[in-house]
């Protein structure tokens, strides 16, 4: 007797444990499945299991989200189908149905500018940024503000001031279809018309080449390409449209123009945190600014400028009614739902400029560390500096490595990277010599870890000692 109820206590035991595991189990499925989504929608004041039309969407939106491209790749609810369902789109040097086989002797291209480094960011902020739209949602060529939405500028003008990197009130903020479109609209702006000759263009180098392509492109009556302010120092001409950039594409640097008596376009496509310390609010009459290098949405195309005079404003605003009648209605309305997030996000741990700014200073890093190993190639010099963001001293954390080839034979330096498999931009293309070359350190993990793959023969090829020291990279 005492021994079968020694036999059957354990039984027992398991079985009121197994029981209560259930009847836990049970309730932590209703909590996430079902208590979650009677929650309320604040503003509509209906439930998310009353989603009827949007359903559809959300679903699919994630199943797309859903498909392994093994981390080398992604699927996009527009992309080519493959059976019936969209195709893995692979980075560069990956390939198959999953982007899960790496190409042999593929080239590393950090080429462009491509902001995928925050790619992951957006990943993890999955929730907050999907963005739905009805199917009737704007469809006038009127908004808000005509062509611009409120929403957009007050919050545009809200994260400026919570970031500290402009001075924004008493200017006026126009929007275009990435900055690209305001290049042109800012440089036919600030051209006074019958001018006895007319204004000259120009920019420091190394110079971003879009501004001397457009300007010859357009080649509008009333302004002309000049080419270096460095031709130009000791003139006594004044009608100048100086493109300042800063920090500058591609050394990164905080610039400020040189030629006094000029109208200025600074170009601040990358005065954020993640790229460079912020050691004051920028204060320029005409200031760009993009949200391909904010929050690495180059494909929505949209950028802004602010605008201190009148008629500076009214003639860009011309231009974009004539040009293309305003920035993309949807676009606004995405960007919106971004340019919130990134505003209420900072100082918490999903802050973007944080994020990126590890990302970006850790790339710097071991890119300089190789490229120091030895003496055959050089990078620009960038310090530690106080940013007013991050309220501290902060390593540099460049969106591009400006390389110069030091061997006295290498005078081509694009094409000696090109021969040892990286893919970069020359220096020509912004004005300087072919002795340098860009590479962009703004792409996919892919991309930059083929690109020191790559460079780590080229750097040992100069010192038969450092590669052993080399290896470790
Ligand atoms: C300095 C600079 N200005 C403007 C742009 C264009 O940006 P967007 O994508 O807004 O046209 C770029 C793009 O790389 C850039 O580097």
Redesign the pocket.
Known sequence: MKEQLIRETPAKVYLVLFSLSLLLNIFFFYQQFFSQSHHLSPRLGSTVSDLSWTRHAAEEAEAVAAISCSSHGRAYVDGVLDNGQPACECNTCYTGIDCSVLLSNCSADVEG?DPLFLEPYWMQQAAKSAVVLSGWHRMSYATTDRFKSLELEKNIRRLHAAVGNAITDGKHLVF??????L?NALVYALSPENASSPSSVVATIPY?S?YKEQTELFNGRDYEWEGATAKWRNSNKTNFIEFV?SP??PDCLLCDSVLGGSSVIY?H??YWPHFTAIPKPADGDVM?F????LSGH?GS???WAFIKDENVYNKVSNYLQYNSMGASRETQSRLLNYVKVISDEIGSNADIFEFGFNKLRKRWQRLQALVNSSSRFSLQQLSTQYCTYFKKIRDPSP?YAWLKCENEEDTDCAEVLMKGGIISRGGTNFGASTRYTRLSLLKTDDHFEMLLQKLKPLVACSDENSSEMISSF
């Open positions: 500018g275009g279809t990435g900055s690209t479109q290049l971003y879009m950039t500058n594409n170009d496509a990358y760009i993009t949200v391909s290098k180059a195309r949209f950028g969106a």
